[in-house]
């Protein structure tokens, strides 16, 4: 096994005596009992991950979107050509993808991590360049295993430099052609699954496309096989700098006591592989909807979450996250700003 002891913290649970708290005042609160359903169950979670019941309202719900190429890409298993990942950094850096207005929607704001570059605005630090583009993954390593421990500790600093900076909710989205399918390689590995059951369309291939990426998935998933119980020596040989630098960032938000709604296919893969590295930091996650992806749902049967939506979404960029993020604001204030029976003096139940 490799050993990753140094890089992360462990993973404390969200306060237990907080969510019973959070439980006992949804009874006491102006409706039938239960009748909020799964929102009641959410506020409660959110309170419980901020400690503190009421649970506050989110001030500064934050969208990181990391960024990445994808050697594979060059291999005919996207329906986009790989310039496109370049071209929507700009694109979201400029506000003009989907994430950007849905994210206006719902109060949040986004922020786009290039682990293939340079990035020319706030994000300039040189050692979030992990590497230009990853291995083709059917036939070569994606990184080496300096590269992932890099790529690990970016998105460990940038969940920090976010929770720092305020962020009381995060949200990590995923942008780069072709990483469906290092994706669903990471998700059919962890959960022992044929690739011809795991396999989409991704951006929309055709039927050869399809039967390209799933030779491609097939091959990679052999390479992959041997150290499925290595999380560390997975995203080296499977995974990418955008979906390690993901994994660090899920599991730091979870060591910072900071709650996350996951998105689609990409970033669940990245959770699976959190998940497999730190014990208990699925606790602080929430997932926000069911992507199309057939592996999407692997994944999330696989860490057992049920998701907040259905929309038949399957963009990425955690635009299926920042959707769900007023169902759980709506949570947050139904637990905190409701009157309670007795201040409404409204009559409770008959026994
Ligand atoms: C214009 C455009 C915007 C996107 N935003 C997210 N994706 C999503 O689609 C890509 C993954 O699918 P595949 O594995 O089939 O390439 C990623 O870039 C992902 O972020 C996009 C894709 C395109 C073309
Ligand atoms: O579910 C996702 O995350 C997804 C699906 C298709 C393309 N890109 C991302």
Redesign the pocket.
Known sequence: MTDTAPLFDPVDPPDAAVARQARERQASLTKPAGSLGRLETLGAWVASCQGVCPPRPFERARVVVFAGDHGVARHGVSAYPPEVTAQMVANIRAGGAAVNALAAVAGATVRVVDMAVDADTDDAVSDRKVRRSSGSIDREDALTEDEVRAALAAGKAIADEEIDGGADLLIAG?MGIG??TPATVLIAAITTTEPVAAVGR??GVDDAGWMRKTAAVRDAMRRARPVVKDPVALLRTSGGADLAAMTGFLIQAAVRRTPVVL?????SAAALVAHDLSVGASAWWVAGHR?T?PA?SLALAHLRLEPLLEMSM???EGSGAVVALPILSGAVATLAEMATFDDAGVSTRDA
């Open positions: 995923d990483n469906t991704g951006t998105d689609g296919l990409v970033v992507s992806e999407h399957r963009l990425g």
